[in-house]
């Protein structure tokens, strides 16, 4: 089953507004999780870096003004695009690894959210 | 920063048939990931490779760390209708093993 979990699955929000997304790491703490983007037909791109109770981490041309994240508790991190715009729309995917104590252990990515701005 | 070379672009191929696909990097890998996306949904974890030369096996899905550690590959034999969809190969960058870098993807299509 999912392990991540990631809400609303989609949205549509007119430009100007904002648009909050949550993910969340079912039945195991994530002190670090990963925000994707993805355009139509191209590949994902790590926007940012959320780590629990400290600031976020940007890529490279990322505006972090914009795309507020918060990671307030060990399974919920959350995305908000601010005052968005038409050029925003895309599929926004989170993901977390859960630590089993093993070196290598796997990256589990949510189901996405297409934000959709009119 | 890394890129990953994904190829080939598409494929369209008929049930039951092989499909072999594969990613080149100019620089060292030392994991190499491979998901299958479905539309509208975030990708899922196939197969993970962590040391060069490694072989491992998912049913019918099989993939190759190469020796030097700049590629790998992925083969997925007697293809079915529910393979269809995007596949990506994905490596760890930024120093740390879960900032990872996808390749462009592959879409397979499979005809009944």
């Known amino acids: 089953g999912a392990v991540v979990s990631q809400h609303p699955s989609r949205v549509i929000c007119k430009s100007g507004t904002s648009v909050k997304i949550e993910c969340r790491s079912l039945d195991f703490q994530a002190t670090t999780m990963f925000w994707y983007r993805q355009f139509p037909k191209q590949s994902l791109m790590l926007m940012a870096t959320?780590?629990?109770?400290?600031?976020?981490?940007?890529e490279q041309g990322v505006e972090k003004d914009k795309f507020l994240i918060n990671h307030a508790s060990l399974t919920l991190s959350t995305l908000t695009v601010t005052s968005a715009h038409p050029e925003d729309s895309s599929f926004y995917i989170c993901s977390a690894a859960r630590l089993t104590g093993i070196q290598n252990s796997p990256l589990h990515f949510g189901n996405g959210t297409r934000l959709t701005v009119t | 920063g890394q890129q990953l070379n994904q190829s080939p672009q598409s494929m369209f191929i008929q049930e039951g048939e092989d499909v072999s696909m594969n990613c080149t990097s100019s620089?060292?890998?030392?994991?190499w990931l491979w998901y299958k996306q479905d539309p509208g949904e975030g990708p899922v974890l196939l197969i993970a490779?962590?040391?060069?030369?490694e072989l491992t096996s998912n049913g019918r899905l099989t993939a190759q760390f190469g020796i030097t550690r700049k590629d790998s590959f992925l083969n997925i034999s007697a293809s079915i209708p529910s393979d269809v969809g995007i596949y990506f190969c994905?490596?760890?960058?930024?120093?740390?093993?879960?900032?990872?870098?996808f390749g462009k993807g592959t879409l397979l299509t499979v005809n009944p």
């Open positions: 620089s060292i890998f030392n994991t």
């Open positions: 490779l962590y040391k060069a030369g």
């Open positions: 994905a490596g760890p960058s930024g120093g740390s093993n879960y900032k990872l870098t």
């Open positions: 959320s780590n629990e109770g400290s600031k976020a981490t940007y």
